[in-house]
């Protein structure tokens, strides 16, 4: 049986009402501070069916041989049953969305259950998202769709498989509900299965949890969630000299190597509002993401974000900068005298010293040197005119050497043949100049193509086939996510017999919703 000691329930100030309504959460009647959380029950659904689930994460937490197969998990997991040990709650949290400050978000439709403690000592918080309205559900019903999820599901494991750092998944369920969404926002909703997600991370504190004590002057719960936080996932920091400085500092790093990952790997979260950024530095909340195919700098996934493009993938180092400048705003109260804010250099030096090696290697480069910048950035431009895809030139830089038309290797990765044509004498003159600078280091081609593998990968989450398991989970057939999964378990080794996992993004799937633009609607 698992094991449960649930550190934020017990540790934090809890709400005072016990009644499931939509309300602003302040704390208890003449309580002199407001409340991290709010006890809740997952609403049971008609039918839970476990449609798939991660084998490392059930063997991370400690699950009993065979889980998979009894009916009693999926209840669980659906939120029909509670495990002895289990005190599910709703967290409260603020944030900044699109840039404007929103007030009480929380938990609308996802539900903690509380944390594991695993054999080994880890801890796991277990949260299902879409197990039914909170107090912080507002307009919303507090449930999630089949087509989310199983993005969720299948991008977190993939993403840990990257190495990017995330949130986990243990499992994905149907629920024999429907639930109604209008996915384009234009007055037509319809009815989508349901689904719910069993999410697993150490926790999932937000920056919004802090900004929105902040924002209420509330210094008492402001200052009981940072040395929680402190205390709970920053152990050794509480005897620094300045623990508050030391924290923002490592969240800072955290968030500047987590960016770099993303820029190393082409994803684009699509909704980096406060609320959606982990103080541990993880990929959280799965939403409208989506995967750089063609290499465009200027795209965002979110149909929301389309006219602004506020998140798109380039933006994204600079939004989590001003996320950071946020939760700096929000610790001032903490700090009279000392703006942190005066820290987010460390933020910067993190990112650029992880996105150097991160690009050595992507690059096949032993190690980052003066003068490679510039030629990082001419071959990233020309990838943009060009319109190659990202994922695939990476893996056919590393071949560029081996024959004798080198042009032949990138042309693989084209989307249109004309943009490619008008580019072909740039890449020949970028070639030279990259093979110039790789004679430099003079690895053996063999052991530098290793070191640019294991920096690019083969098989990525793309658009396309997410939604190709998507129709087919809608059909009844699981059988897509499974293969998904299995290829994406180790993303940078060439597997025999998946090239069907690496293809380009068909014609088809340029401008069809769920492959090339996203909505929130989930
Ligand atoms: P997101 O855009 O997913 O980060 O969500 C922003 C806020 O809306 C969070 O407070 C969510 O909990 C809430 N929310 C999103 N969808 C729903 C829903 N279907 N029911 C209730 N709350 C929701
Ligand atoms: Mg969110």
Redesign the pocket.
């Known amino acids: 049986m698992l094991s449960f000691d649930n550190r934020f329930r017990r540790e934090l100030p809890g709400d005072g009402e016990t009644r499931n309504q939509v309300r602003e959460v302040y704390g208890a009647w003449r309580m002199a501070h407001g409340a991290a959380w709010s006890a809740v029950l997952p609403t049971p659904v008609a039918a839970p069916g476990l449609l798939a689930h991660s084998p490392e994460m059930a063997a991370a937490l400690g699950l009993p041989e065979g889980w998979e197969r009894k009916p009693e998990w999926a209840e669980v997991l659906a939120g029909n049953a509670i495990l002895p040990g289990m005190e599910p709650y709703a967290s409260c949290y603020g944030g900044h969305q699109f840039g404007h400050w929103a007030g009480q978000?929380?938990?609308?439709?996802?539900i903690s259950l509380g944390e594991v403690v695993a054999k080994d000592g880890q801890r796991w918080e277990l949260q299902l998202k879409g197990a039914g309205r909170t107090p912080?559900?507002?307009r919303?019903?507090?449930?999630?769709v089949l087509r989310s999820c199983l993005r969720e599901f299948l991008c977190s494991e993939a993403m840990h498989h990257l190495g990017v750092p995330t949130t986990r998944a243990l499992s994905l369920v149907s629920t024999g509900e429907t639930v109604w969404r209008d996915m384009f926002y234009d007055g037509n909703p319809a009815p989508e299965p349901g689904a719910i997600v069993c999410r697993v991370a150490p926790s999932f504190i937000r920056f919004g949890h802090f900004e929105l004590p902040a924002a209420r002057q509330d210094r008492v719960l402001l200052q009981r969630l940072v040395d929680f936080t402190i205390a709970r996932y920053f152990p050794e920091l509480t005897t620094a000299a300045d623990p508050l400085a030391a924290w923002f500092l490592a969240v800072c790093e955290r968030t500047g190597r987590l960016l770099a990952r993303w820029m190393q790997v082409g994803f684009v979260h699509g909704?980096m509002?406060t609320?959606?950024m982990s103080i541990l530095g993880l990929t959280i909340?799965y939403?409208p993401y989506g995967w750089l195919e063609d290499y465009d700098p200027g795209w965002t996934p979110n149909t929301t974000d389309a006219a602004g493009r506020r998140y798109c993938f380039a933006r994204q180092p600079e939004v989590a900068r001003w996320n950071l400048e946020r939760l700096a705003d929000a610790l001032v109260g903490l700090r009279p005298g000392g703006d942190l804010a005066e820290l987010l250099p460390a933020y910067d030096a993190a990112y650029a010293d992880e996105m150097t090696r991160l690009f050595a290697g992507k690059f096949g480069f032993v190690a980052w040197q003066d003068g490679d910048a510039a030629l990082v950035a001419d071959a990233l431009t020309l990838l943009h005119r060009a319109e190659l895809d990202m994922t695939e030139f990476f893996r056919q830089l590393a071949w560029v050497d081996a024959g004798s038309d080198p042009l032949a290797y990138l042309e693989w990765a084209a989307y249109r043949p004309r943009s490619w044509r008008d580019c072909r004498a740039g890449w020949l003159a970028w070639l030279e100049r990259y093979v110039q600078r790789l004679q430099q280091d003079g690895l053996p081609p063999e052991q530098r193509r290793a070191r640019m593998n294991a920096h690019n990968p083969r098989y990525v989450l793309r658009n396309y086939l997410a939604q190709q398991a998507i129709d087919a989970a809608e059909a009844g057939d699981t059988g897509p996510i499974l293969a998904l999964q299995e290829v994406l378990r180790r993303p940078y080794e060439e597997q025999p017999g998946k090239a069907a996992f690496a293809a380009k993004r068909p014609e088809w799937a340029r401008h069809r919703a769920g492959c090339s633009m996203l909505s929130?609607s989930s």
Do not use: F, I
């Open positions: 978000l929380g938990d609308g439709r996802a912080y559900s507002r919303g019903d507090g449930r999630a909704v509002n609320d959606n909340d939403g929130c």
